[in-house]
């Protein structure tokens, strides 16, 4: 009896033996499958450069998955609103040359409706998606669009209003300068320059005098009637959007 008890006991250790074994087998499996699990593991020189070559090849490179969006979708991506805005007014003074300040505040309100007309063409036929611009990565909505553009027009035309007022000042102060150096010097140079700068105030119509003293509350409301006209139309698309802000005069 004792000789059967003490044998079940020696079969009963071989059994926990190969048991641990086993274990230890899975362990190294895991640890070959995970090599970040918190498990004490003495690698060589060359296996250490190799688990580095591995994890850097795995980790997902944020330029790389933006341009797999771009080539999956031209609109898959995000966009600040207030510098495209402000890219849009820049190309469009550049191409009407000298522009007065009527002229670019017409010009805010051209990039304001062409940003429009994309968004709201884009969504309705299912082009446009624009993403957050946060971990939350999610297409926006056409309204949550719309939100965003209103107050990057907004922010732009209060941005315009404070740099028309810096050069008016700067503009009448340069004309007193001029005139008052002209009168007394006397000098031939400086009168031509006197009346050259005269002349193109009066050739934009824009003598600071003159300009309006509310612009940026006129764009505003020029953007609110834009708003208003453009929501009769039966098919928004960039042609009859550019249409509605065209005829439009903001002073």
Same mark, same amino acid.
């Given at each position: 009896m004792k000789i059967d008890e003490r044998f079940q006991q020696c079969n009963l250790i071989q059994t926990n033996q190969d048991k641990n074994i086993g274990t230890r087998k899975q362990i190294k499996e895991c640890t070959d499958l995970f090599p970040d699990v918190p498990v004490k593991v003495d690698l060589s020189?060359?296996?250490i450069a190799q688990y580095r070559k591995t994890i850097q090849a @795995?980790? *997902?490179?944020?330029? =790389? &998955?933006?341009?797999?969006?771009?080539?999956?979708?031209d609109s898959f991506t995000s966009i600040n609103y207030n510098m495209e805005i402000s890219a849009r007014v820049n190309e469009i003074n550049r191409k009407k040359g000298n522009a007065t300040v009527k002229d670019r505040a017409q010009s805010i309100m051209e990039a304001y409706a062409s940003?429009?007309?994309e968004i709201v063409e884009g969504h309705e036929n299912g082009t446009r998606n624009m993403f957050t611009e946060?971990?939350? @990565?999610? *297409?926006?909505?056409? =309204? &949550?669009?719309l939100e965003k553009l209103n107050q990057a027009f907004e922010d732009y035309t209060?941005?315009?209003?404070?740099c028309v007022q810096l050069e008016q000042e700067h503009a009448m102060g340069l004309e007193k300068e001029i005139v008052s150096v002209y009168k007394k010097y006397g000098a031939k140079k400086l009168e031509s320059a006197a009346q050259a700068y005269q002349q193109a105030i009066a050739a934009k119509t824009e003598n600071p005098e003159q300009m309006p003293p509310n612009i940026g509350e006129l764009i505003?409301?020029?953007?609110?009637?834009?708003?208003?006209?453009?929501?009769s139309l039966n098919s928004i698309n960039h042609k009859s959007v550019m249409?509605?802000?065209?005829?439009?005069?903001?002073?």
């Open positions: 020189a060359e296996g @795995n980790m *997902p490179d944020q330029e =790389e &998955e933006k341009k797999l969006r771009i080539v999956l979708n940003l429009y007309a946060s971990y939350e @990565n999610r *297409p926006l909505t056409k =309204e &949550e669009e209060d941005f315009f209003e404070r505003l409301n020029a953007g609110k009637l834009f708003l208003t006209n453009v929501s249409g509605v802000v065209s005829a439009i005069k903001i002073w």
